[in-house]
């Protein structure tokens, strides 16, 4: 299978870096970073960057994924005399990756540019696949493209400086890639009795990558397959919505992982998954990330964004479901009844 863009994983940055940055000359580049990847990332790379280099810094955080902010780098770069030769460089989490992305497909009319992911999420998700976008109108990832980057620069000693809920979000993904294509790596996953190590999410970034570049690669444009990297979403994104809404701290990854115990309980229910694999992925959910209760009156608002969610076609709920561990469906018809039963099925009278 031809893979839509590389990605590499170099000993040292540095030489992965600098066959890149050879083609352009030094005032042609740009490196978009907040503040924390300035502070904790840029160090790294700076000594390959010449001084006419320009570095862009935006404020990190799910709300400055907006208009405004493209904006602000559009303009950056107007002013400062990029041009199609130019390079981005994306550096920074799944934000960076994605606004970034974004301004460079559409910075006249497009210009390279690379992605050097600096959290494990970004690392092993939002990095990879093309997708760019950002947040319009109180809906997440509104407005967006496709756009391929050059490559993506994968340096997991940045992860180091992350805090523990960056990490276990960006896990949570790890644990939705083995479920949807690689039973071994869920193997390594559930084998681990003790507290995530930074050496031991080292230990599954490239397996985790294989499985979203194998499926990215085979439906781009997210017309089938791709739909399965949706799996634990349906549930997961309402949660973290209704949170949002509510002023509930609740990471993505960690709406994901809940979101997981809820569709692999749908699947049992629909005999599509067996008993034994639902119990499994419930354990290894709750170990990591602990319990969340659902209150009965949230169920409408739940079901409501639920439906909302741009991905469901005419007011009918299409979900990705693993059938076992590795393999995933798409596009599977769901009821108002099942979503209430699933949430019904973890309610517990306190
Ligand atoms: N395009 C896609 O396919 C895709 C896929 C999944 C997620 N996403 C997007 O990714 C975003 C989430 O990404 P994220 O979880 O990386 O969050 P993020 O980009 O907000 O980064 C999390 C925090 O970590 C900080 N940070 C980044 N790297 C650091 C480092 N090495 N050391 C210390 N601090 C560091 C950031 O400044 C930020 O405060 C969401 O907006 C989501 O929509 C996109
Ligand atoms: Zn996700």
Same mark, same amino acid.
């Given at each position: 299978?031809?893979?839509?863009?590389?990605?590499?994983?170099?000993?040292?940055?540095?030489?992965?870096?600098?066959?890149?940055?050879?083609?352009?000359?030094?005032?042609?580049?740009?490196?978009?970073?907040? @503040?924390?990847? /300035? $502070?904790?990332?840029?160090? #790294?790379? +700076?000594? *390959? !960057?010449?001084?006419?280099?320009? =570095? &862009?810094?935006?404020?990190?955080?799910?709300?400055?994924?907006?208009?405004?902010?493209?904006?602000?780098?559009? @303009?950056?770069? /107007? $002013?400062?005399?990029?041009? #199609?030769? +130019?390079? *981005? !460089?994306?550096?920074?989490?799944? =934000? &960076?990756?994605?606004?970034?992305?974004?301004?460079?497909?559409?910075?006249?009319?497009?210009?390279?540019?690379?992605?050097?992911?600096?959290?494990?999420?970004?690392?092993?998700?939002?990095?990879?696949?093309?997708?760019?976008?950002?947040?319009?109108?109180?809906?997440?990832?509104?407005?967006?493209?496709?756009?391929?980057?050059?490559?993506?620069?994968?340096?997991?000693?940045?992860?180091?400086?992350?805090?523990?809920?960056?990490?276990?979000?960006?896990?949570?993904?790890?644990?939705?890639?083995?479920?949807?294509?690689?039973?071994?790596?869920?193997?390594?996953?559930?084998?681990?009795?003790?507290?995530?190590?930074?050496?031991?999410?080292?230990?599954?970034?490239?397996?985790?990558?294989?499985?979203?570049?194998?499926?990215?690669?085979?439906?781009?444009?997210?017309?089938?397959?791709?739909?399965?990297?949706?799996?634990?979403?349906?549930?997961?994104?309402?949660?973290?919505?209704?949170?949002?809404?509510?002023?509930?701290?609740?990471?993505?990854?960690?709406?994901?992982?809940?979101?997981?115990?809820?569709?692999?309980?749908?699947?049992?229910?629909?005999?599509?998954?067996?008993?034994?694999?639902?119990?499994?992925?419930?354990?290894?959910?709750?170990?990591?990330?602990?319990?969340?209760?659902?209150?009965?009156?949230?169920?409408?608002?739940?079901?409501?964004?639920?439906?909302?969610?741009?991905?469901?076609?005419?007011?009918?709920?299409?979900?990705?479901?693993?059938?076992?561990?590795?393999?995933?469906?798409?596009?599977?018809?769901?009821?108002?009844?099942?979503?209430?039963?699933?949430?019904?099925?973890?309610?517990?009278?306190?």
């Amino acid at each position: 299978m031809k893979k839509i863009h590389p990605v590499v994983f170099p000993a040292r940055l540095e030489t992965g870096l600098q066959s890149y940055l050879a083609a352009y000359p030094g005032d042609k580049i740009f490196v978009l970073t907040d @503040e924390n990847t /300035r $502070k904790y990332c840029l160090p #790294r790379i +700076s000594n *390959l !960057i010449s001084n006419s280099s320009r =570095i &862009i810094q935006v404020k990190s955080g799910e709300k400055n994924k907006s208009s405004d902010t493209i904006i602000y780098i559009w @303009e950056f770069l /107007r $002013k400062q005399g990029a041009d #199609r030769k +130019s390079l *981005l !460089i994306n550096l920074g989490g799944g =934000i &960076i990756c994605d606004l970034g992305a974004f301004v460079a497909s559409t910075f006249k009319r497009g210009i390279p540019y690379l992605n050097i992911p600096t959290t494990l999420l970004s690392m092993v998700d939002a990095a990879i696949g093309g997708k760019t976008g950002f947040n319009f109108g109180g809906l997440k990832n509104e407005i967006g493209t496709y756009c391929l980057p050059q490559t993506v620069i994968i340096y997991p000693p940045f992860i180091g400086s992350l805090d523990r809920e960056q990490l276990y979000s960006g896990f949570a993904e790890i644990m939705k890639h083995a479920l949807i294509g690689d039973a071994g790596l869920w193997k390594k996953i559930i084998n681990r009795r003790k507290e995530l190590s930074v050496p031991f999410l080292f230990s599954l970034i490239r397996e985790s990558i294989e499985v979203k570049m194998k499926i990215v690669s085979s439906d781009f444009h997210e017309k089938g397959i791709r739909k399965s990297l949706n799996f634990g979403h349906t549930f997961g994104h309402a949660i973290e919505s209704f949170c949002a809404g509510k002023g509930i701290n609740m990471p993505h990854g960690y709406a994901v992982a809940y979101g997981m115990i809820y569709e692999s309980w749908l699947a049992k229910k629909l005999h599509r998954l067996n008993e034994r694999s639902f119990l499994e992925i419930k354990e290894c959910v709750i170990r990591h990330f602990g319990h969340f209760q659902i209150e009965r009156k949230w169920y409408g608002p739940l079901y409501d964004l639920m439906l909302h969610d741009k991905k469901n076609d005419n007011n009918k709920l299409k979900i990705s479901l693993i059938n076992k561990i590795g393999a995933c469906d798409i596009n599977i018809n769901t009821t108002k009844t099942d979503i209430y039963d699933t949430l019904a099925a973890f309610y517990k009278k306190k």
